[in-house]
Nanobody, 127 residues
Framework: QVQLAEYGGGSVQAGGSLRLSCSAS????????MGWFRQEPGKAREVVAS????????YYTDSVKGRFTISQDSTKSALYLQMNDLKPEDTAVYYC????????????????????WGQGTQVTVSS
């Protein structure tokens, strides 16, 4: 069974940068989809960025385009999110997610497409 763990959250001032990492264990195959989601208190979880390990252009939600970059390592067992020019509205708990079934291929920007989640890491951006 795939298990995910996020690292790299923290507190920064607006304009700063953070790099989130997600390591996958128990992986015997490459997930169909991998992504980063975030959730603010009292709000629904939303996709930040996602990609298909098999290739193709990654997806970014409009609010992070040009500031965030999603990537994976050559083994495709680690996922990263480079976050630059952070803004207070980026404050949230960030989750790494993997879709291990073909269902995520049609839902790579929807949390319903993902069946494996990390525990989350807090990102706080102060103004």
């Amino acid at each position: 069974q795939v298990q995910l763990a996020e690292y790299g959250g923290g507190s920064v001032q607006a304009g700063g940068s953070l790099r989130l990492s997600c390591s996958a264990s128990g992986v015997s195959y490459i997930p169909y989809c991998m992504g980063w989601f975030r959730q603010e208190p009292g709000k629904a979880r939303e996709v930040v960025a996602s990609l298909l390990p098999s290739g193709g252009a990654p997806y970014y939600t409009d609010s992070v385009k040009g500031r965030f970059t999603i990537s994976q390592d050559s083994t495709k067992s680690a996922l990263y999110l480079q976050m630059n020019d952070l803004k207070p509205e980026d404050t949230a708990v960030y989750y790494c997610a993997a879709g291990t079934s073909t269902a995520c291929l049609m839902k790579m920007i929807n949390e319903d497409g993902y069946d494996t989640w990390g525990q989350g890491t807090q990102v706080t951006v102060s103004s």
